[in-house]
């Protein structure tokens, strides 16, 4: 996801204090890079933050919830897609 576009998503999600929220993300992405951001940011819309402050904490603890919400979500997730997935090829195969 580029920045522009997760810029867009924080935009969508967090719309309490764009300006502030745009100022964190921007520092975030600088200091992790892309891919973790990105995890942090949709933790947090998972977790029902109405803004990123809580992901530029001094501690981390933060980032860590977010990115376990995340990855916990991810978990539960690849086991539908590939349980669909071995359904299309055996309806595919004729079974």
């Not at 929220?21 to 933790?43: A, C, D, F, H, T």
């Not at 603890?61 to 997935?85: C, D, F």
Request: glycine content about 10%; charged content about 25%; cysteine-free.
């Amino acid at each position: 996801m580029s920045f522009g576009e997760l810029m867009a998503f924080v935009r969508v999600t967090f719309a309490s204090d764009p300006r502030r929220n745009g100022s964190i993300l921007k520092q975030l992405w600088k200091r992790y890079g892309p891919n973790e951001v990105e995890v942090m940011v949709k933790g947090a819309a998972l977790l029902g933050w109405k803004d990123l402050r809580g992901l530029w904490s001094k501690e981390g603890i933060g980032r860590r919830w977010a990115q376990t919400a995340y990855w916990n979500r991810e978990k539960r997730a690849p086991v539908k897609q590939t349980l669909e997935s071995v359904a299309a090829t055996l309806k595919a195969r004729g079974f």
